[in-house]
Every structure is written in C-alpha cells, then in structure tokens.
C-alpha cells in the first residue's frame, strides 16, 4: 500500500516570508517517484518537480527548493521569498507499484497575502 | 502545444441521470488516469489505464461508475445512475510511455459535475 500525508491544510503567510510545505509517504517500493504539483485557482494541475528514491540530492529552482529525505520519508517544498502568485493548492503525490500507481496528498492551502 | 482534453468543463444534472465525461490523453502517452476532487477528500483515484487496458479501479463505486477507453485517444467515465454526492470536479491525466516517461501526469482542466 501507498499512502501520502500532508498534514498542513492551510497555511497562510505574508508577501515576502518563506514556507515549507510538508510531505510524508509511505511505501513498501525501494524504486518510487515522488513529485509536487501545483493548484492555482483556475484548478489545473501543473507539475512542478520529480525525484526519484536513488537520488537524495536537494534541488532547489529560483525561489523553490525541496528536500528529500529517505530516512524520515519525507518530501518538503520550500518557497523562500513568497508571492501572490504562489498562492494556489499545492499536492505532493507518490508513484510506485508493479504498475506505477500514482498516489496524491490532500494537499496543502497555500495563501500568500500582500 | 499538446494537452489533455476534457469534456464537458462544467455539467449539471439531475439526480438519476446518466452522465459521461471524456478524456483525450496527449497523443502518444500510453497510460491515462482518472482523478476525483471534492473538498473532503481531496484527489482521489478513480482508475487508470496503461495501454488501454484497466489495470486499477479499486477506487470506483463498481456499482454506478465504469471506465472505458475505446480506442487510444480516447478515455471515458461513466455514471449512472448519478448521485448528488457524485458532484465532485473528474480530472484526467496521461503520461508518456517508454523512454520518455519521467513519470509526471499531465492533466486536463477538469469536468466540474453538479448533480442535483
């Protein structure tokens, strides 16, 4: 079984300050995906970043970043410097399985206030 | 530019009616899922397919919903009879096969389903 938590439901920050948006997961796989996806209020899903379980390495893209860490079983994104713009549901979602079955969060409420 | 495409956007309907929602994965990829959105339970997998064949549907109420894909542009999803606590948003996403598949989902805008 496969299981995504992200236990934030809604955060809300100010324009400028940093949030961290937190992921567990739970899978028996040694081989797996995990990814975040973006919600904005026009309800597309839009991806935002793939790792996969053999590559530890943080990564970080303009004001985002994430860290992956196999022995919490976590996957957190990071916005530093937040604005307007990001403000959207942010999901974190797990691929594993003989027949790579894709699992999502709850998601996370991300608002950012001027 | 390729994407996925999902009809109807928006669908009201009244309770007992039959409703089909269709999905047109980007030409190409060979796996389509279908995702359903509420306010409680956030997204949840309906089904999904690899190659036109159903390998997943453990998420769908057997008794009211199938999942279809007649041929490999196109995905269906069915309910019926339908439900008022069917009103959710369906979303369909398709990914890439073989080499190409770095393993993210590409989704569709979403069938925004009312039933009254």
């Known amino acids: 079984a496969q299981k995504v938590t992200q236990a934030q439901t809604e955060i809300s920050v100010v324009e400028k300050e940093d949030v961290t948006l937190d992921c567990v997961y739970e899978t028996r796989d040694t081989t797996y995906y995990l990814f975040w996806y973006k919600q904005p209020p026009s309800g597309e899903l839009v991806f935002l970043i793939r790792?996969?379980?053999?590559?530890?390495q943080n990564e970080i893209s303009g004001r985002y970043s994430w860290n992956f860490q196999k022995s919490t079983s976590s996957f957190n994104f990071t916005i530093t410097a937040s604005q307007v713009v990001d403000s959207a549901v942010y999901f974190c979602a797990l691929r594993s399985g003989g027949y790579q079955k894709v699992t999502f969060g709850t998601g996370t409420k991300l608002q950012v206030i001027p | 530019d390729a994407r996925v495409t999902q009809t109807p956007r928006h669908k009201v309907t009244e309770m007992g009616q039959e409703v089909t929602m269709r999905c047109q994965p980007i030409?190409?990829?060979?796996?389509v899922f279908w995702y359903r959105q509420t306010m409680m339970q956030g997204l949840e997998l309906l089904a999904y397919?690899?190659?036109?064949?159903?390998?997943?549907d453990s998420g769908m109420p057997k008794d009211r919903f199938s999942a279809e894909m007649p041929d490999a542009t196109l995905a269906t999803l069915k309910i019926q009879p339908s439900e008022p606590r069917d009103s959710a948003v369906y979303f369909c996403?398709?990914?890439?096969?073989?080499?190409?598949?770095?393993?993210?989902?590409?989704f569709g805008e979403g069938s925004r389903l009312t039933v009254l």
């Open positions: 030409l190409g990829h060979n796996t």
């Open positions: 790792r996969n379980s053999f590559d530890e």
């Open positions: 996403a398709s990914g890439p096969k073989g080499q190409t598949n770095t393993g993210e989902l590409f």
């Open positions: 397919f690899r190659n036109r064949a159903p390998l997943d």
